[in-house]
Protein backbone atom coordinates (compact mmCIF):
# COMPACT_ATOMS: atom_id res chain seq x y z
CA UNK A 1 0.00 0.00 0.00
CA UNK A 2 1.79 3.34 -1.45
CA UNK A 3 2.21 5.91 1.79
CA UNK A 4 3.42 9.58 1.13
CA UNK A 5 4.48 11.29 4.05
CA UNK A 6 5.32 15.51 3.58
CA UNK A 7 8.16 17.03 5.92
CA UNK A 8 7.60 19.11 7.29
CA UNK A 9 3.83 19.83 8.18
CA UNK A 10 4.12 23.53 8.76
CA UNK A 11 6.44 26.27 7.62
CA UNK A 12 6.82 29.42 8.39
CA UNK A 13 9.50 32.22 6.64
CA UNK A 14 9.88 35.68 5.84
CA UNK A 15 9.54 37.09 2.68
CA UNK A 16 12.40 36.59 -0.08
CA UNK A 17 13.63 33.36 1.22
CA UNK A 18 14.32 30.17 -0.70
CA UNK A 19 12.49 27.32 0.53
CA UNK A 20 12.48 23.48 0.47
CA UNK A 21 9.15 21.41 0.84
CA UNK A 22 9.55 17.44 1.04
CA UNK A 23 7.53 14.63 -0.30
CA UNK A 24 8.93 10.39 0.27
CA UNK A 25 6.67 7.45 -0.86
CA UNK A 26 7.24 4.21 -0.37
CA UNK A 27 6.40 2.57 -3.29
CA UNK A 28 8.76 3.51 -6.24
CA UNK A 29 6.61 2.06 -9.08
CA UNK A 30 4.58 5.59 -9.82
CA UNK A 31 3.54 6.92 -13.14
CA UNK A 32 3.92 10.83 -12.21
CA UNK A 33 3.81 12.54 -9.26
CA UNK A 34 1.68 16.10 -8.62
CA UNK A 35 2.40 19.04 -6.36
CA UNK A 36 -0.91 20.79 -5.56
CA UNK A 37 -1.62 24.32 -3.64
CA UNK A 38 -4.72 24.17 -1.57
CA UNK A 39 -5.48 27.27 0.18
CA UNK A 40 -7.77 27.71 2.98
CA UNK A 41 -11.67 26.19 2.27
CA UNK A 42 -10.99 26.16 -1.20
CA UNK A 43 -10.32 23.69 -4.28
CA UNK A 44 -6.72 22.21 -4.99
CA UNK A 45 -4.51 24.21 -7.93
CA UNK A 46 -2.28 21.56 -9.93
CA UNK A 47 1.43 23.39 -10.01
CA UNK A 48 3.69 20.67 -11.75
CA UNK A 49 3.25 17.41 -12.89
CA UNK A 50 6.20 14.86 -12.92
CA UNK A 51 6.21 12.16 -15.00
CA UNK A 52 8.29 9.46 -13.76
CA UNK A 53 10.74 9.18 -16.77
CA UNK A 54 11.09 12.54 -15.46
CA UNK A 55 13.85 14.18 -13.44
CA UNK A 56 12.84 18.02 -12.85
CA UNK A 57 9.81 20.43 -13.83
CA UNK A 58 9.99 23.72 -13.34
CA UNK A 59 7.35 26.40 -13.39
CA UNK A 60 7.92 30.17 -12.71
CA UNK A 61 9.45 30.70 -9.07
CA UNK A 62 8.69 26.87 -8.93
CA UNK A 63 10.94 23.75 -9.35
CA UNK A 64 10.10 20.10 -8.59
CA UNK A 65 12.46 17.75 -8.77
CA UNK A 66 11.76 13.54 -8.09
CA UNK A 67 14.09 10.47 -7.49
CA UNK A 68 11.91 7.67 -8.24
CA UNK A 69 14.08 5.08 -6.66
CA UNK A 70 14.74 6.56 -3.53
CA UNK A 71 10.81 7.19 -3.35
CA UNK A 72 11.22 11.56 -2.62
CA UNK A 73 10.17 14.97 -4.61
CA UNK A 74 10.97 18.29 -3.25
CA UNK A 75 9.39 21.17 -4.14
CA UNK A 76 11.69 24.47 -4.38
CA UNK A 77 10.36 27.70 -4.10
CA UNK A 78 12.42 30.51 -5.01
CA UNK A 79 11.85 34.37 -3.12
CA UNK A 80 9.38 33.24 -1.31
CA UNK A 81 6.41 36.22 -1.51
CA UNK A 82 2.69 36.13 1.25
CA UNK A 83 0.50 35.17 -1.50
CA UNK A 84 2.63 31.82 -1.56
CA UNK A 85 1.29 30.84 2.15
CA UNK A 86 -0.93 27.99 1.17
CA UNK A 87 -1.17 24.03 1.75
CA UNK A 88 1.31 22.51 -0.30
CA UNK A 89 0.27 18.84 -1.14
CA UNK A 90 1.97 16.08 -2.96
CA UNK A 91 0.31 13.54 -4.87
CA UNK A 92 1.73 10.04 -6.84
CA UNK A 93 -0.12 8.23 -9.58
CA UNK A 94 0.01 4.63 -9.35
CA UNK A 95 -0.89 1.56 -11.39
CA UNK A 96 -4.27 1.97 -10.13
CA UNK A 97 -4.68 5.28 -11.75
CA UNK A 98 -5.77 7.22 -8.30
CA UNK A 99 -3.85 9.89 -6.66
CA UNK A 100 -2.26 8.78 -3.15
CA UNK A 101 -2.24 12.10 -1.37
CA UNK A 102 0.25 13.32 1.78
CA UNK A 103 -1.01 15.52 4.56
CA UNK A 104 0.44 18.26 3.38
CA UNK A 105 2.53 21.10 4.46
CA UNK A 106 1.24 24.36 5.67
CA UNK A 107 3.43 27.19 4.68
CA UNK A 108 3.35 30.84 5.84
CA UNK A 109 5.35 33.68 4.09
CA UNK A 110 5.76 36.88 6.70
CA UNK A 111 5.64 40.32 5.39
CA UNK B 1 -8.75 23.38 -13.22
CA UNK B 2 -11.26 26.42 -13.03
CA UNK B 3 -12.74 23.21 -15.93
CA UNK B 4 -14.11 20.95 -13.44
CA UNK B 5 -17.08 22.23 -12.18
CA UNK B 6 -18.97 20.99 -8.40
CA UNK B 7 -22.26 21.86 -6.82
CA UNK B 8 -23.42 22.61 -4.65
CA UNK B 9 -20.15 24.14 -2.74
CA UNK B 10 -21.89 23.73 0.26
CA UNK B 11 -24.30 21.48 1.14
CA UNK B 12 -25.94 21.43 5.13
CA UNK B 13 -28.23 17.66 5.23
CA UNK B 14 -30.19 16.40 9.01
CA UNK B 15 -28.78 13.16 10.15
CA UNK B 16 -30.84 10.87 8.05
CA UNK B 17 -31.12 12.50 4.71
CA UNK B 18 -29.81 12.22 1.70
CA UNK B 19 -26.81 14.01 0.35
CA UNK B 20 -26.16 14.22 -4.07
CA UNK B 21 -23.15 15.80 -4.86
CA UNK B 22 -22.62 16.87 -8.73
CA UNK B 23 -19.79 16.92 -10.68
CA UNK B 24 -18.98 18.15 -14.45
CA UNK B 25 -15.77 17.22 -15.33
CA UNK B 26 -13.63 19.24 -18.22
CA UNK B 27 -14.95 19.26 -21.46
CA UNK B 28 -13.41 15.87 -22.72
CA UNK B 29 -12.44 14.36 -19.97
CA UNK B 30 -13.88 10.77 -19.57
CA UNK B 31 -12.46 9.79 -16.23
CA UNK B 32 -13.73 11.33 -13.07
CA UNK B 33 -12.14 10.55 -9.34
CA UNK B 34 -13.89 11.31 -6.12
CA UNK B 35 -12.14 12.09 -3.39
CA UNK B 36 -12.99 12.91 0.26
CA UNK B 37 -11.09 15.60 3.10
CA UNK B 38 -11.98 14.59 6.21
CA UNK B 39 -11.25 17.84 8.85
CA UNK B 40 -7.16 18.41 9.54
CA UNK B 41 -6.71 14.82 7.32
CA UNK B 42 -5.20 14.56 3.56
CA UNK B 43 -6.99 13.61 0.39
CA UNK B 44 -8.39 9.85 0.60
CA UNK B 45 -9.00 8.41 -2.90
CA UNK B 46 -13.09 6.84 -2.97
CA UNK B 47 -13.79 5.80 -6.49
CA UNK B 48 -13.32 5.84 -10.16
CA UNK B 49 -15.36 6.33 -12.92
CA UNK B 50 -15.81 6.28 -16.99
CA UNK B 51 -18.34 6.84 -18.57
CA UNK B 52 -20.80 4.23 -16.94
CA UNK B 53 -18.61 2.44 -15.46
CA UNK B 54 -16.97 1.95 -12.23
CA UNK B 55 -13.69 1.48 -12.35
CA UNK B 56 -11.98 1.50 -8.83
CA UNK B 57 -13.97 1.72 -5.82
CA UNK B 58 -12.14 0.56 -3.12
CA UNK B 59 -11.76 3.66 -1.40
CA UNK B 60 -15.97 3.91 -1.15
CA UNK B 61 -17.23 3.27 2.57
CA UNK B 62 -19.83 -0.15 1.47
CA UNK B 63 -22.92 1.13 3.01
CA UNK B 64 -24.65 4.36 1.86
CA UNK B 65 -21.89 5.57 -0.68
CA UNK B 66 -22.93 5.39 -4.38
CA UNK B 67 -21.47 7.13 -7.40
CA UNK B 68 -22.51 7.27 -10.92
CA UNK B 69 -20.95 8.78 -14.11
CA UNK B 70 -24.09 8.56 -16.84
CA UNK B 71 -23.64 8.74 -20.76
CA UNK B 72 -24.80 11.98 -20.32
CA UNK B 73 -24.75 14.50 -17.25
CA UNK B 74 -22.66 14.87 -14.86
CA UNK B 75 -21.12 12.28 -12.08
CA UNK B 76 -23.05 12.41 -8.77
CA UNK B 77 -21.72 10.92 -5.68
CA UNK B 78 -24.55 10.09 -3.44
CA UNK B 79 -24.77 9.52 0.37
CA UNK B 80 -27.84 7.60 1.57
CA UNK B 81 -29.01 8.33 5.74
CA UNK B 82 -26.09 10.95 6.59
CA UNK B 83 -24.55 10.78 9.81
CA UNK B 84 -22.30 13.25 11.23
CA UNK B 85 -18.98 11.63 10.51
CA UNK B 86 -19.69 11.95 6.97
CA UNK B 87 -18.91 15.51 7.36
CA UNK B 88 -16.16 16.61 4.65
CA UNK B 89 -15.00 18.08 1.98
CA UNK B 90 -15.63 16.01 -1.52
CA UNK B 91 -13.48 17.09 -4.14
CA UNK B 92 -13.96 15.65 -7.76
CA UNK B 93 -11.05 15.63 -10.21
CA UNK B 94 -11.38 14.43 -13.90
CA UNK B 95 -8.50 13.66 -16.21
CA UNK B 96 -8.74 13.16 -20.37
CA UNK B 97 -8.43 9.79 -22.17
CA UNK B 98 -5.64 8.33 -20.90
CA UNK B 99 -6.26 8.96 -17.16
CA UNK B 100 -4.30 10.04 -13.96
CA UNK B 101 -1.68 7.32 -14.40
CA UNK B 102 0.06 9.66 -17.44
CA UNK B 103 -2.01 12.59 -17.36
CA UNK B 104 -2.47 15.71 -15.08
CA UNK B 105 -5.39 15.68 -12.95
CA UNK B 106 -7.72 19.16 -12.84
CA UNK B 107 -9.82 19.31 -9.70
CA UNK B 108 -13.01 21.20 -9.07
CA UNK B 109 -13.60 23.45 -5.62
CA UNK B 110 -14.97 21.05 -4.08
CA UNK B 111 -18.38 20.34 -2.34
CA UNK B 112 -17.99 20.97 1.75
CA UNK B 113 -20.98 18.69 3.41
CA UNK B 114 -22.23 19.49 6.92
CA UNK B 115 -24.25 17.42 9.08
CA UNK B 116 -26.01 18.55 11.52
Known amino acids: KQEVTQIPAALSVPEGENLVLNCSFTDSAIYNLQWFRQDPGKGLTSLLLIQSSQREQTSGRLNASLDKSSGRSTLYIAASQPGDSATYLCAVSGTASKLTFGTGTRLQVML | ?116
Not at chain 2, 11 to 31: D, I
Not at chain 2, 47 to 56: A, M, S
Not at chain 2, 61 to 86: H, N, T
Request: with cysteine.
Open chain 2, 1 to 116: NAGVMQNPRHLVRRRGQEARLRCSPVKGHSHVYWYRQLPEEGLKFMVYLQKENIIDESGMPKERFSAEFPKEGPSILRIQQVVRGDSAAYFCASSPQKGARDTEAFFGQGTRLTVV
